[in-house]
């Protein structure tokens, strides 16, 4: 694994930036990691953001420092994870939706099971599901805790596809998904424009 883990100032910035900037990255939990190639990002001031309510006891680790992690549960089935961002008085975070592995390969082959090779992490809960990734990492620092984001390689500079998010039913016209030009790992529906001559 190459890169420095992220610090905190990294993470505290505009949500759209870091969003933005996180594809590419490396997502890292114990022996396995995944480059990340797909994120979205969520802010308290649109309706899809767990944050838009308030201050509760669910939301309150979206108000928390910069590089948290938040880790919450779908659908009562998957845990996603998320890297709060902005100042502790703003609730913001960057979701990562899908990777591309890079470490622990068979041991995502055994928690996911008998899936394509293109399928161990193109989801959000497929992915925390690969890594281990668990509500126990909710509130946990990126920075130092179990779960860590590496740097990109030096000089690394990814070409980004920009979409609407997706499986989500408030705010849905706002471009606030990122994907990694080329990469068939990005969870779908793909968006427009994401492989090159149109191939599928």
């Known amino acids: 694994m190459s890169g420095a883990v992220l610090d905190a100032a990294f993470y505290d910035r505009p949500v ?9 990255c490396e997502l890292v939990h114990g022996e396995t990691a995944g480059r990340i190639v797909e994120t ?23 108000f928390a420092a910069p590089g948290t992690a938040y880790v919450y ?11 709060v961002c902005e100042g502790e008085d703003v609730g913001a975070a960057v979701l990562v939706r899908a990777l591309d592995p890079t470490a622990g390969v068979e041991l995502m082959r ?6 394509h090779e293109r399928d161990l992490c193109n ?9 281990g ?20 390689e030096p000089g690394v500079v990814p070409e980004l596809v920009t979409g609407t998010r997706i499986g989500i ?15 068939r790992r990005v969870s779908r529906p ?10 599928g």
């Open 133 to 152: 990734i668990e509500l126990t990492e909710n509130a946990t620092s990126l920075v130092d805790g179990p779960v860590r984001i590496r740097a990109r």
């Open 40 to 62: 979205e990002a969520y802010h308290h001031t649109e309706a899809a953001c767990h944050a838009y309510v308030g201050l509760t006891a669910r939301t309150s680790t979206l």
């Open 16 to 24: 759209l930036e870091v969003a933005r900037d996180l594809v590419g």
């Open 123 to 131: 989801g959000p809960g497929k992915l925390t599901q690969a890594l």
């Open 73 to 83: 549960r779908s659908y009562g089935i998957h845990a996603l994870i998320n890297a």
């Open 110 to 115: 055994a928690r996911r099971g008998p899936v």
């Open 190 to 199: 793909y968006p427009p424009g994401l492989l090159h001559h149109g191939t």
């Open 169 to 183: 039913t408030k705010a849905v016209e706002l471009p606030w998904r990122f994907c990694l030009r080329g990469s």
